[in-house]
């Protein structure tokens, strides 16, 4: 058992601010010295790069059912373990998804702080934290934050609004400067702003004016939490990527990495090594190779024209070792994108056919791959789509619960590559993930 305060920030939706709220508590803490661990509630590869910025340690996610109710307990007692403060960032509204925030947050009985954009509104913002209170009976609530607000007579009016006066936590004025920006994907890198570290700092000055913002030490116990560590795995295969290199695409390009996935191949004994698609010429000496996904369209241009990195990913290739790319890491496998203009753009041609962009969203959701070593969970999401005479050696299958509109996101088999939009959670099958990098149980 371990103790230590928690909170899970979340919101009625998306686009209310929570990512910048949960950023601003965590950068706040962390300047005073204290232990913060971060969480990011659902599947999501970016805000954990800003979460991960303003704690100053590794963000892992929590999904009851794609990482499973006991990953969900260990990492949480873990972290008690040595945190002084643990944050959790919801997903979309609280009471969205199968399973929500909401889910989590009663499972672990973490207290709930709701973000609301109160920018256009005035005593319906005391309704609407009531329902958020209130919609579901037994869920811990620690108080309501006002987002992007006029002046202090507005907070006052929002403040009035309550019908508890307990529950608020203050109010944050409306400021550009404490936006984080966004792209057709999500967040945009926190690397490629120049000034990331300063808009964590603004946020979390800004919060320093709030009652949220002056709880110490003491006010937080009131948020502490017992953790239980989950049960321990079975059978976990600790050698099966034992003396096996896996070299990782990582730059701007390539950037959708899962911490807890380099984690699982590392316990697995696998070597690591990463390398630039945009900068490097060739691959570093591997025994397979991971391309993950990211934002390849935006790099076009550069990843079309390493033409060095294109040979030694073909002579890879046609050596027989393994490739496991997923989403925009198969979108740079293919002959072209063509970009939402219509312009055509040369990738790397390991795969036959073209990657399209959308301007719309092309597939989104929980998903499951069922593979030789076990059936592997994850979600898609992407705003492209892929025209290929390859046939799908498998398909996804949706999360226990829900349903696909057609058929699941193809697995494409050419050799020893294997290619899907699917972006898998390695720790949920082990032995599938680790036959992705093995010759042996790679398609033929």
């Known amino acids: 058992m371990a103790r230590c305060p928690a909170i899970l920030i979340a919101a009625p939706a998306s686009g209310q601010g929570k990512t910048t709220v949960a950023c601003a508590l965590a950068r706040l803490h962390a300047r005073q010295g204290r232990q913060v661990r971060v969480f990011k509630c659902g599947p999501d590869f970016l805000d954990p790069h800003w979460l991960g ?81 209130h919609y579901r009976e037994g869920l ?48 945009v890198m926190d690397q490629e702003l120049g000034d990331a570290l300063e808009r964590l700092d603004a946020a979390a000055d800004a919060l320093m004016d709030t009652p949220l913002g002056q709880m110490d030490v003491d006010a937080l116990q009131a948020w502490a939490v017992d953790f239980e560590a989950g049960p321990v795995p079975a059978g976990f295969p600790f ?32 070597k690591l090594v990463y390398f630039s698609p945009l900068a490097d010429e060739s691959l570093p000496k591997c025994d397979a190779l991971w391309l993950p996904g990211g934002y390849p369209e935006l790099h076009a241009q550069a990843l079309g024209g390493n033409t060095a990195l294109k040979a030694s990913l073909a002579a890879h290739a046609q050596a027989g070792k393994p490739v496991w790319a997923e989403c925009g890491g198969m979108m740079a496998l293919f002959e072209e994108i063509i970009d939402t203009e219509g312009a055509s753009h040369a990738m790397w041609g390991v795969l036959p056919g073209r990657v399209t962009m959308q301007k719309r969203l092309a597939a989104l959701g929980p998903q499951q791959l069922a593979l030789a070593g076990g059936t592997l969970r ?49 720790a949920s099958s082990p032995d599938a993930a680790a036959s992705l990098f093995l010759k042996k149980k790679c398609h033929d």
């Open 378 to 426: 994850g979600h898609t999401f992407h705003y492209s789509t892929c025209a290929t005479d390859l046939p799908a050696a498998a398909r996804t299958q949706a999360a226990p619960g829900r349903t696909l509109r057609g058929e699941g996101e193809a697995l494409y088999a050419l050799g020893a590559i294997q290619a899907s939009y699917f972006h898998a959670w390695f």
């Open 239 to 270: 050698k099966a990527l034992q003396d096996q290199t896996i070299a990782v695409a990582r730059d701007a390009a390539f950037c959708f990495i899962y911490a807890a996935n380099v984690d699982c191949l590392q316990a697995m004994g696998a």
């Open 53 to 133: 910025l303003a704690s100053g340690a590794p963000v892992h996610q929590l999904d009851l059912w794609m990482t499973g109710e006991a990953d969900c307990a260990q990492r949480l007692h873990d972290a008690a373990l040595t945190a002084d403060l643990i944050i959790v960032e919801g997903v979309m509204g609280l009471f969205d998804g199968q399973p929500s925030a909401a889910d989590l947050a009663q499972r672990f009985g973490l207290k709930v702080l709701a973000v609301i954009n109160a920018s256009a509104m005035a005593g319906t913002f005391g309704a609407l934290a009531w329902g958020l209170q």
């Open 140 to 187: 811990p609530f620690a108080g309501v934050l006002a987002n992007r607000v006029a002046s202090p007579g507005h907070a006052l009016m929002l403040q009035d609004g309550l019908r508890d006066p307990a529950q608020w936590r203050g109010a944050l004025m409306r400021n550009e400067a404490l936006s984080l920006p966004e792209r057709h994907l999500g967040l």
